[in-house]
């Protein structure tokens, strides 16, 4: 297994351009499966491709195994990928799609099909070595390109958005696949998506990206509980936070409107103006006239959620229910916010004002 460490890595692409990827550091332990998440161009598969020796590094050190690889070939760095568009050869079987990368380092004939038929077992294609990728479904596909990275017996994965052709519903069974695979093998791997689900499901730990910089790095369940700034709050979780224009003073929090939240029982060093965060989850329904009113826009029904929308002070608010709640559109209901659940960010920076989930009571 590998330890990776990658020390202020930086990628620009030409000397007019600016810088893709700034000053990344992160230290990857052996066995870990972490993900790198993010929107669209936030530069997570660029990052993948420089680990994978498929793109220059502009500066920074890359070290695996406590050996520099910055300039080392991508066939030297005893690595694996699995792309998004599988990357099979058509005109070969499944058993001849797995076994290409072994024929290529010419191993014995007899060690490849021991191989291939191991690893075959492994992700249940032994029914289909003879088969064609035509003649297979898009989930079989993403299978033999796994047992393709798998046969290889190397100490790294990289995985770049490798189940974004699927399905929702298959998407959910390769994802169990992938984490047992993970789970047998122990192979360290850096697995890239956009799609949060993925990311909070799979992690051990998650790297948040955005514009080219690490926003934030750490287990699912601290990057929801514990968002460092108000991008990764907005990101991370389905729905995503609602955030209410608010302000400070003393250790009061009200909204803009006057509305007050509640008293903050921790000393913040700041006052005035704040951003307010909260889970959609985290609001509730005022058992009486009292508290935040709002109307009802629209209502979507998830099956166990009932998802309701509305306005706050003209922001856009989501707050859960449970789907047996009698509420309808164009309904009038009162809120309410326990300030121990509210997230609490600069306006100007972004940055959150503490860095746990609720103020302490």
Same mark, same amino acid.
């Given at each position: 297994?590998?330890?990776?460490? @990658?020390?202020?890595?930086?990628?620009?692409?030409?000397?007019?351009?600016?810088?893709?990827?700034? $000053?990344?550091?992160?230290?990857?332990?052996? %066995?870990?499966?972490?993900?790198?998440?993010?929107?669209?161009?936030?530069? %997570?598969?660029?990052?993948?491709?420089?680990?994978?020796?498929?793109?220059?590094?502009?500066?920074?050190?890359?070290?695996?195994?406590?050996?520099?690889? $910055?300039?080392?070939?991508?066939?030297?760095?005893?690595?694996? @990928?699995?792309?998004?568009?599988?990357?099979?050869?058509?005109?070969?079987?499944?058993?001849?799609?797995?076994?290409?990368?072994?024929?290529?380092?010419?191993?014995?004939?007899?060690?490849?099909?021991?191989?291939?038929?191991?690893?075959?077992?492994?992700?249940?294609?032994?029914?289909?070595? %003879?088969? %064609?990728?035509?003649?297979?479904?898009?989930?079989?596909?993403?299978?033999?390109?796994?047992?393709?990275?798998?046969?290889?017996?190397?100490?790294?994965?990289?995985?770049?958005?490798?189940?974004?052709?699927?399905?929702? #519903?298959?998407?959910?069974?390769?994802?169990?696949?992938?984490? $047992?695979?993970?789970?047998?093998?122990?192979?360290?791997?850096?697995?890239?998506?956009?799609?949060?689900?993925?990311?909070?499901?799979?992690?051990?730990?998650?790297?948040?990206?955005?514009?080219?910089?690490?926003?934030?790095?750490?287990?699912?369940?601290?990057?929801?509980?514990?968002?460092?700034?108000?991008?990764?709050?907005?990101?991370?979780?389905?729905?995503? @936070? $609602?955030?209410?224009?608010?302000?400070?003073?003393?250790?009061?929090?009200?909204?803009?409107?006057?509305?007050?939240?509640?008293?903050?029982?921790?000393?913040?060093?700041?006052?005035?103006?704040?951003?307010?965060?909260?889970?959609?989850?985290?609001?509730?329904?005022? #058992?009486?006239?009292?508290?935040?009113? @709002?109307?009802?826009?629209?209502?979507?029904?998830?099956?166990?959620?009932?998802?309701?929308?509305?306005?706050?002070?003209?922001?856009?608010?989501?707050?859960?229910?449970?789907?047996?709640?009698?509420?309808?559109?164009?309904?009038?209901?009162?809120?309410?916010?326990?300030?121990?659940?509210?997230?609490?960010?600069?306006?100007?920076?972004?940055?959150?004002?503490?860095?746990?989930?609720?103020?302490?009571?």
């Amino acid at each position: 297994m590998s330890k990776i460490e @990658m020390l202020n890595i930086t990628k620009q692409f030409d000397d007019k351009g600016g810088k893709v990827i700034h $000053n990344f550091n992160l230290e990857i332990e052996e %066995k870990e499966f972490i993900v790198f998440v993010g929107p669209s161009g936030c530069g %997570k598969s660029t990052t993948l491709r420089m680990l994978a020796g498929l793109e220059s590094i502009s500066g920074g050190e890359l070290w695996i195994d406590k050996k520099l690889v $910055n300039k080392l070939p991508p066939k030297d760095r005893d690595i694996a @990928m699995v792309f998004q568009n599988y990357a099979l050869f058509p005109h070969l079987t499944v058993f001849d799609n797995i076994a290409f990368g072994l024929k290529i380092r010419k191993e014995d004939r007899k060690v490849i099909k021991e191989k291939v038929h191991q690893t075959a077992e492994i992700l249940g294609l032994t029914p289909y070595l %003879k088969r %064609k990728p035509k003649a297979l479904s898009g989930g079989q596909r993403q299978r033999v390109a796994l047992g393709r990275a798998i046969v290889r017996d190397v100490n790294i994965f990289l995985m770049d958005e490798p189940l974004s052709n699927l399905d929702a #519903k298959l998407r959910i069974h390769m994802r169990k696949e992938i984490i $047992n695979l993970h789970r047998k093998l122990g192979t360290t791997t850096i697995y890239v998506t956009h799609d949060q689900t993925e990311a909070m499901t799979m992690a051990s730990r998650i790297v948040i990206l955005n514009k080219g910089n690490i926003e934030q790095i750490g287990t699912p369940k601290e990057v929801y509980n514990h968002p460092h700034t108000k991008f990764v709050a907005s990101f991370i979780g389905a729905p995503p @936070m $609602n955030f209410l224009d608010g302000q400070i003073e003393g250790n009061e929090l009200t909204l803009l409107d006057g509305t007050s939240l509640g008293q903050i029982s921790r000393d913040l060093d700041h006052t005035g103006n704040v951003s307010v965060g909260i889970r959609p989850e985290d609001i509730y329904l005022s #058992k009486s006239d009292k508290g935040i009113e @709002m109307k009802v826009e629209y209502i979507e029904l998830m099956g166990a959620d009932l998802n309701v929308h509305g306005q706050i002070n003209s922001a856009d608010v989501i707050f859960r229910l449970d789907p047996e709640t009698d509420i309808n559109e164009n309904d009038v209901v009162h809120l309410e916010i326990p300030a121990r659940k509210i997230h609490l960010f600069d306006p100007k920076t972004e940055h959150s004002l503490y860095y746990s989930k609720g103020v302490s009571e």
